[in-house]
């Protein structure tokens, strides 16, 4: 199979305050992966691709600065919110490629849910 | 602009009734089209996957059906059940990409 476990998967945190959410695939290698952010009742939305060992890639209106991205191995990638606001809270949800997999090579993480007080 | 539709955006049914989902999306160069479930609060449960060569795809009492030329695919659910109650996304990757383009999701709930 292809799993890819996210971590944690709940999270609370005071505003300030900075939250890491990893993103592992457990028996694959992942030279590419996905974030993506769901606000309530809105539909999923990508925020950036990461590959390993480069800089990750954002989208349009996502702040680099404020969501870190660090992609040093082809099994985790974690994504860093800084000072994070209660704005900022939402579902996150990461997607890793299995290297070399044709034609299916995604697999999704099970989400965080972050919530910022 | 790559963008997915999905109407309706809520369905209630009775347990028992057949039930279609339908998704569209603009620009028929998709590399694949895929339905996953979410449980309120939970990840994605991956469902059917359609290549962009197919025309269809079934799992059980799913059936996913893909018209690359009108843009759409529709999700059929066969004789529903209450645990079947959940939001269905439909993605679209297309093949000058990598990631999935969601839609907005159908509300889905079957009452017993």
């Known amino acids: 199979g292809a799993v890819v476990s996210q971590h944690p998967s709940r999270v609370i945190c005071k505003s300030g305050t900075s939250v890491k959410i990893e993103c592992r695939s457990l028996d694959f290698q992942a030279t590419t992966m996905f974030w993506y952010r769901q606000f309530p009742k809105q539909s999923l939305m990508l925020m950036a691709t990461s590959n390993e060992g480069s800089k990750a890639t954002y989208e349009q209106g996502v702040e680099k600065d404020k969501f870190l991205i660090n992609h040093a191995s082809l099994t985790l990638s974690t994504l860093t919110v800084t000072s994070a606001h209660p704005e900022d809270s939402s579902f996150y949800i990461c997607?890793?490629?299995?290297?070399?997999?044709?034609?299916?090579?995604?697999?999704f993480g099970s989400g965080t849910r972050l919530t910022v007080v | 602009k790559q963008e997915v539709t999905q109407i309706p955006a809520a369905l209630s049914v009775p347990e028992g009734e057949n039930l279609v989902l339908n998704c569209s999306f603009t620009?028929?160069?998709?590399?694949?089209l895929q339905w996953f479930r979410q449980d309120p609060g939970k990840g994605l449960t991956s469902l059917l996957l359609i290549q962009s060569s197919q025309r269809e795809q079934t799992s059980g009492r799913l059936n996913a059906s893909l018209d690359k030329s009108s843009g759409r695919s529709t999700l059929y659910i066969a004789a529903s059940q209450p645990g079947d109650s959940a939001t269905y996304l439909c993605?679209?990757?297309?093949?000058?990409?990598?990631?999935?383009?969601f839609g907005p999701g159908t509300r889905l709930s079957v009452l017993p």
């Open positions: 620009d028929s160069a998709i590399y694949n």
């Open positions: 997607s890793a490629r299995k290297q070399g997999a044709r034609p299916y090579g995604y697999t």
């Open positions: 993605a679209v990757r297309w093949n000058y990409g990598q990631n999935f383009v």
